[in-house]
T-cell receptor, first 112, second 112 residues
Framework: QQQVKQSPQSLIVQKGGISIINCAYENTAFDYFPWYQQFPGKGPALLIAIRPDVSEKKEGRFTISFNKSAKQFSLHIMDSQPGDSATYFCAASRQAGTALIFGKGTTLSVSS | DGGITQSPKYLFRKEGQNVTLSCEQNLNHDAMYWYRQDPGQGLRLIYYSQIVNDFQKGDIAEGYSVSREKKESFPLTVTSAQKNPTAFYLC???????????FGPGTRLTVT
């Protein structure tokens, strides 16, 4: 009930391509879904987040798609660049709940 | 400069010793969190605190202790009871339990 399952574990994309990372959750009480980007040896940085009242949110090259009925959400990185090479984590939480529940992460490598 | 600071960046201890990791924030956030990160495991919640003088156990609290005497500070003690303490420790803060969490740079603890 508390898990957030993230896939794939690793991803290699060519420069200019689209990177897609998927997450699935079980707890229907979750209502906040952020994505974090982490570079080696650094703390995660909040990238973009969505709440279930919308199906899509876009910020620059980053888009979250949210499917409430399927209990899935995904991160799309358009025009992927080598500087996007990092580990990405999805997460979820309840509005009045505790802390974030994180997926296990996806390591993205963008080849030039 | 506003943000979350963690010190030290690297910490080495001998087995059997307690060690305290520092986390300070000047963002005026109410909630603070400690996560542990191991390769391929994502971020796992150790403890969190929503207000001063109050804190709750996370998923992996055994062998750890915390205090929250000031709003700005949330130190984590890794005790000798923690069976596998070597890890990357991350502190985070937010305005509330489900609001955006911001992470510090992390402390890498190595116990030999």
């Amino acid at each position: 009930q508390q898990q957030v399952k993230q896939s794939p574990q690793s991803l290699i994309v060519q420069k200019g391509g689209i990177s897609i990372i998927n997450c699935a959750y079980e707890n229907t009480a979750f209502d906040y879904f952020p994505w974090y980007q982490q570079f080696p040896g650094k703390g995660p940085a909040l990238l973009i987040a969505i709440r279930p009242d919308v199906s899509e949110k876009k910020e620059g090259r980053f888009t979250i798609s949210f499917n409430k009925s399927a209990k899935q959400f995904s991160l799309h990185i358009m025009d992927s660049q080598p500087g996007d090479s990092a580990t990405y984590f999805c997460a979820a939480s309840r509005q009045a709940g505790t802390a974030l529940i994180f997926g296990k992460g996806t390591t993205l490598s963008v080849s030039s | 400069d506003g943000g979350i600071t963690q010190s030290p960046k690297y910490l080495f201890r001998k087995e059997g010793q307690n060690v305290t990791l520092s986390c300070e924030q000047n963002l005026n956030h109410d909630a603070m969190y400690w996560y542990r990160q191991d390769p391929g495991q994502g971020l796992r919640l150790i403890y969190y605190s929503q207000i001063v003088n109050d804190f709750q156990k996370g998923d992996i609290a055994e062998g750890y202790s915390v205090s929250r005497e000031k709003k700005e500070s949330f130190p984590l003690t890794v005790t000798s009871a923690q069976k596998n303490p070597t890890a990357f420790y991350l502190c985070a803060s937010s305005f509330g339990p489900a609001n955006e969490q911001y992470f510090g740079p992390g402390t890498r603890l190595t116990v030999t």
